[in-house]
């Protein structure tokens, strides 16, 4: 170690402490003992370039251990990452100052308690949950395996990035961790590197309470390549460690490295070293320990800053221009792939795009939405070569494998395909899918809606992090039948619906689920949970009804009584809607008047103008019944206080269809019952 890098090392240790102790919050310990190592990847091997952060084929950090965020912000802060807005422009700030730093977790600061993408540059995902940024770096990797498969050509050798996740104990804790790492061994994924920072120290203690399998031969169990560094501090052994995971040509490598939390504080290796500052008195005894100015905060000398220049700075400089000088002659060469990567970088769409979406005849015994589904995402895919996905274990039940000729599967052997098999790892499935959306491709996983359950830590950071995966969820309600409650989702719906910034669309036919991957595909900036049916659901007729294009609203009038005002409106989604226009049908035959409502997606409805939701929805007519076969829970906001609902109250049952929904009541009679009976009650309130 040179004078420079021990210097170096502890500015950064010197910059965490003093964040964290002016914020009187915050997790000092980690970064304490593991700056040592982050300090040589970022200094001596990460290629990637402060100056343009967004450079594609840059190397990916993603700290997993999100907690340690104040070494993500010195090194930002140091390096002199420069910050890019959400159109993907250079701006020229910094990402972040030193006020920045300062300001840590305090409202508007660009050092928020943990990493967030798209609010500071240089975060490649928004960690804090723990395990998620290592599964996340799987999809990164896969991706990139994709993209040098599809793009480089001879002498282009455009993708050959390496992606390093710095992990902690708790990660390594965390199952979705275990089922990534798992899925990495087998496709062996040799440029991706997990960095285990083994402090041996939790929130409740020592690891030895809870923790105590050797990390080791797990991971060479899944196939990994796994090198083991006995000291932090040493820098030699952590840049041989690097340099073992560089030479590694068929495994994903696992760098274990022995750490001491809090390192050179009064509570080094204690559990008081994780979770709280060290106090004026610590933070000075810590300097002084290595060597810092005792009194002075957020201390950063002048020639450190030039060293980083020189090493990160001046490498990822050359790097990149290099290869956007290989990009223009790969332009000029390979003019269509060329096209393909810039539009993929703007999340724009080829032209063209939507030319071969299918067009569904009406049908009263029409198809399940999955295979309508299965349709139009084949279509899709064919169109936009970068759209790619699978399934937990289920494509043939969620009709989600891409069938045309090419489409291929994404192997070890073949990693230009398509198709991904993810094994029976739902969390891990939508995790690899959030990285391989955070690389710029246009990723779908698939899973039944009740297996929702184990993947919403991962599809609610999608939707924290703004980016356009598509959760496909089949199997969509009691309409499972004779598996019974155990795969019949009731909250499920409601759950999904909860998450901010995510767009649920549950489509009531095969016009609806094309206008749904119409709007679905031109996302840019949100995920989006599909659901879709098992059973056959009717195909509208819509030259009596309204066009499926209504669903860009979220809702709308399909269907209005033959004549006069309507006296009750009828809200459904999903198989429901064929159930409504049914009981409207009852209805009109007792000469009561029913608009039938279609809902698929409850957000955009909420987004549209007031004077558009009051024509779907007249304030004057307050009988209102709402239709789902699911949880009530969100429906009373559109049937209002005197409204109804026909929905499920208990968790379902194992028994025929046609048997289920006599029991719970979506029958034509039972909703035209309920229809009947509020109106009747408003006729009664008027006399």
């Known amino acids: 170690m040179t004078d420079l890098d021990t210097l170096s090392v502890n500015t950064v240790r010197g910059l965490c402490m003093d964040a964290v102790q002016k914020a009187q919050s915050g997790h000092p310990g980690t970064p304490m003992g593991i700056a040592p190592v982050a300090y040589t990847l970022w200094q001596r091997f990460l290629r990637f370039d402060p100056q343009y952060p967004i450079w594609p084929n840059r190397d990916r950090f993603v700290l997993s251990e999100g907690h340690a965020s104040t070494l993500l912000w010195s090194l930002l802060h140091l390096t002199g990452v420069r910050a890019v807005d959400p159109d993907y422009e250079v ?13 840590f977790r305090q409202l508007g600061s660009r050092c928020p308690g943990h990493p967030e993408y798209r609010w500071t540059s240089g975060v490649e995902a928004t960690t804090g949950p723990l395990g998620q940024g290592v599964a996340d770096s799987v999809g990164m990797t896969m991706a990139g395996r994709w993209l040098a498969a599809r793009y480089n050509r001879e002498d282009f050798p455009l993708f050959d990035f390496d992606v390093y996740a ?62 083991t560094v006995a000291d932090a501090n040493d820098l030699d052994a952590v840049a041989r460690a690097f340099h073992t995971f560089r030479a590694e040509t068929e495994r ?125 995402l084949n279509a899709l895919a064919q169109s936009i070569p970068w759209l790619l996905g699978g399934s937990a274990d289920l494509a043939p039940s969620t009709k989600t494998h891409l069938t045309f000729d090419g489409a291929g599967d994404f192997q070890p052997e073949s990693p230009s395909g398509r198709n991904l098999h993810l094994g029976i790892r739902e969390h891990a499935a939508a995790a690899v899918a959030n990285g391989m959306a955070l690389t710029k491709l246009r990723p779908y996983w698939s899973g039944f809606l009740i297996f929702s359950d184990y993947a919403k830590a991962a599809i609610r950071l999608s939707a924290l992090m703004e980016i356009p995966v598509v959760h496909i969820f089949t199997h969509d309600s009691i309409g499972v039948g004779e598996d019974g409650p155990t795969h019949q989702p009731v909250e499920q719906l409601a759950g999904l619906r909860a ?15 094309v206008e749904t991957w119409r709007l679905v595909a031109g996302l840019r900036h949100e995920p989006a949970a599909l659901v879709l049916s098992r059973q056959a659901l009717p195909t509208l007729d819509r030259t009596r009804l309204a066009a499926a294009s209504g669903v860009a609203h979220g809702a709308y009038v399909l269907a209005d009584p033959p004549s006069g005002e309507p006296q009750v409106i009828l809200l459904a989604t999903g198989s429901e809607v064929s159930l409504a226009l049914a009981a409207r049908d009852e209805l009109a035959a007792e000469g009561i008047g029913a ?39 969100g429906w009373d906001r559109y049937v209002g206080d005197g409204g109804a609902l026909v929905g499920m109250h208990t968790y379902g049952a194992s028994a025929p269809l046609k048997q289920l929904l006599t029991k719970f009541g979506f029958t034509p009679q039972r909703v035209a019952e309920v229809a009947r009976e509020l109106v009747e009650s408003r006729q009664e309130a008027r006399t």
């Open 499 to 513: 998450m901010p910034g995510l767009l649920v669309f549950r489509p009531g036919d095969a016009g609806e689920v």
């Open 91 to 103: 701006l020229g700030r910094p990402a972040v100052t030193l006020d920045d730093l300062k300001s």
């Open 252 to 376: 994903p490598t696992l760098v274990l490295v022995h750490s001491h939390i809090g390192y050179g504080s009064p509570v080094e290796d204690s559990p008081k070293a994780h979770g709280a500052p060290f106090g004026p008195d610590g933070v000075r005894a810590t300097k002084r320990f290595l060597g810092l100015p005792e009194d002075e905060q957020f201390w950063i000398p002048e020639e450190v800053r030039d060293w980083f220049g020189q090493g990160i700075g001046a490498r990822g400089a050359q790097l990149r221009t290099a290869w956007e000088k290989r990009f223009d002659a790969y332009r000029a060469a390979w003019p269509e792939l060329a096209d393909e990567l810039e539009r993929m970088q703007r999340r724009e769409l080829p032209a063209g795009w939507d030319s071969k979406l299918p067009e569904f005849p009406a049908d009263p015994k029409g198809l399940a939405t999955r295979d309508s589904s299965a349709q139009v």
């Open 595 to 633: 608009r039938v409502v279609s809902m698929p997606c409850w957000e955009l409805f909420d987004r549209q103008p007031r004077e558009y939701r009051d024509q779907v929805l007249p304030p004057a007519v307050t009988a209102r019944v709402g239709i789902e076969q699911a949880s009530t829970f």
């Open 166 to 227: 710095l992990a902690g104990d708790g990660c390594m804790m965390e199952g979705v961790a275990s089922e990534a790492a798992s899925l990495a061994g087998h496709q062996q994924l040799s440029n991706l590197c997990w960095i285990y920072d083994s402090n041996r120290v939790t929130i409740e203690g020592h690891t030895s309470l809870a923790f105590t399998e050797d990390v080791a031969a797990r991971f060479l169990a899944y196939g990994w390549n796994v090198t």
